[in-house]
């Protein structure tokens, strides 16, 4: 079955170099890395290996890096670090537009006591960063702000974030899940004291992630256990995924370094001929500040459902919004967020590319998703009063 494949912000497809690599690992090198021969040895050299490469990737130091389950394991181990670390502060700041990673932790440990402040975006998704110098006080335990949304792929300051919390000595983390890989991450210039990164999102297995925790970062293990990862992160090492996640990460920094922007300019294309074809589109999100794989658009008086069931049955992958949210009847909170009207917030569709992606995909999406559009109008009450109206 041929499938076009444009929801690359739920998963990726795993690169062939990366299955390559995890495949002797799910066969004749199945030693346990914590044992003391040989034959567990050469698995423990190897996992420090994709320990480098993901290091390489965001420009950290190998010590800095702690392999885990997958990115909502390392979004919780950065929030719950911080607030054991430091056990006389009941404050968490985030945004409206997180992941339910964060924000389902937030709402958990809010109910426990502690105070969250949820910051604002405006109609194109973007923070206000006077917003966040306003709620950092003395009670502050910890700041957790994506590095780019999810659904709209916005990209908050985040050099701008990191300069207002070190002034103000405030541990910070971001969830970089949907960043590294796409554009250039240097935690050394972010000057971030945590992040989260996860394999699937970037051409590895599913099952593994990692967080970053600077050197000198106060830190307090999450899940407790044996001595792997230097006692950060009990638990055998998922070890073919681990070794995978590390040759995707090698694979995503030479992406990012040869400066290919091809993917860009399918995303633009297909943005710009679906506006043309569908009258009352809208794209949700700041035109210019996104990652450049993503586009969220809205159709109005049509139903996002059944966009994406009329889709499927070409075979073309997209979504509405968050992969850990489908099946709720909610519209999505990001949108929410944003102001997104009535009238288009519930005909929302997110696509996102990979650097996998075809022109001749982006010309099928294109050949099917005007018709569609206009057919599902014609059903609606819009539709019908339009043409009663002509």
């Known amino acids: 079955m041929n499938v076009v494949y444009l929801d690359n912000n739920a998963t990726t497809r795993i690169a062939d170099e990366a299955r390559d690599a995890m495949l002797p690992f799910l066969s004749d090198l199945y030693g346990n890395p914590s044992s003391m021969h040989t034959f567990g040895g050469q698995v423990?050299?190897?996992?420090?290996?994709?320990?480098?490469?993901?290091?390489?990737?965001?420009?950290?130091?190998?010590?800095?890096?702690?392999?885990?389950?997958?990115g909502t394991e390392s979004d919780n181990t950065a929030l719950m670090s911080a607030l054991l670390s430091m056990p006389g502060k009941r404050h968490i700041i985030t945004t409206r537009v997180e992941h339910p990673a964060v924000l389902n932790f937030c709402k958990a440990v809010g109910r426990r006591g502690y105070r969250v402040t949820y910051l604002s975006v405006d109609k194109l998704g973007r923070l206000n960063t006077d917003e966040l110098m306003e709620a950092v006080d003395d009670d502050t335990a910890v700041v957790s702000i994506m590095y780019a949304n999810n659904e709209s792929g916005v990209i908050f300051p985040m050099e701008e974030i990191a300069g207002i919390t070190r002034s103000?000595?405030?541990?910070?983390?971001?969830?970089?899940?949907?960043?590294?890989?796409?554009?250039?991450?240097?935690?050394?210039?972010?000057?971030?004291?945590?992040?989260?990164?996860?394999?699937?999102?970037?051409?590895?297995?599913?099952?593994?992630?990692?967080?970053?925790?600077?050197?000198?970062?106060?830190?307090?293990?999450?899940?407790?256990?044996?001595?792997?990862?230097?006692?950060?992160?009990?638990?055998?090492?998922?070890?073919?995924?681990?070794?995978?996640?590390?040759?995707?990460?090698?694979?995503?920094?030479?992406h990012v370094q040869s400066g290919d922007g091809l993917m860009k300019s399918l995303r633009d294309r297909l943005q710009q001929e679906l506006i043309d074809a569908c009258p009352g589109a809208i794209v949700n999100g700041d035109p210019i500040n996104r990652i450049p794989n993503t586009l969220n658009i809205s159709f109005e008086y049509v139903e996002g459902e059944a966009i994406l069931l009329r889709l499927n049955e070409y075979n073309i992958c997209a979504s509405s919004g968050s992969a850990c949210t489908?099946?709720?009847?909610?519209?999505?909170?990001?949108?929410?967020?944003?102001?997104?009207?009535?009238?288009?917030?519930?005909?929302?569709?997110?696509?996102?590319?990979?650097?996998?992606?075809?022109?001749?995909?982006?010309?099928?999406?294109?050949?099917?998703?005007?018709?569609?559009?206009?057919?599902?109008?014609?059903?609606?009450?819009?539709?019908?009063e339009t043409k009663e109206m002509e």
């Open 44 to 70: 423990h050299r190897r996992i420090e290996i994709a320990r480098e490469q993901i290091a390489a990737l965001v420009n950290a130091e190998p010590e800095e890096i702690i392999f885990t389950s997958c």
């Open 326 to 384: 489908s099946g709720s009847l909610e519209p999505s909170h990001v949108l929410r967020s944003m102001g997104v009207p009535y009238t288009a917030i519930h005909g929302s569709v997110r696509f996102s590319l990979s650097r996998y992606t075809t022109k001749d995909e982006i010309d099928f999406v294109l050949e099917k998703m005007p018709p569609i559009i206009r057919e599902l109008r014609e059903l609606s009450p819009y539709g019908r």
């Open 168 to 254: 103000r000595g405030v541990p910070f983390h971001t969830d970089a899940v949907q960043t590294a890989g796409k554009i250039p991450v240097d935690v050394k210039k972010l000057y971030c004291d945590m992040m989260t990164l996860s394999g699937h999102k970037m051409h590895a297995a599913k099952g593994v992630a990692a967080l970053y925790v600077k050197r000198g970062a106060r830190f307090s293990p999450y899940i407790i256990g044996g001595h792997q990862e230097r006692g950060r992160r009990g638990g055998t090492e998922n070890v073919a995924s681990i070794i995978g996640f590390g040759k995707a990460a090698e694979l995503a920094k030479e």
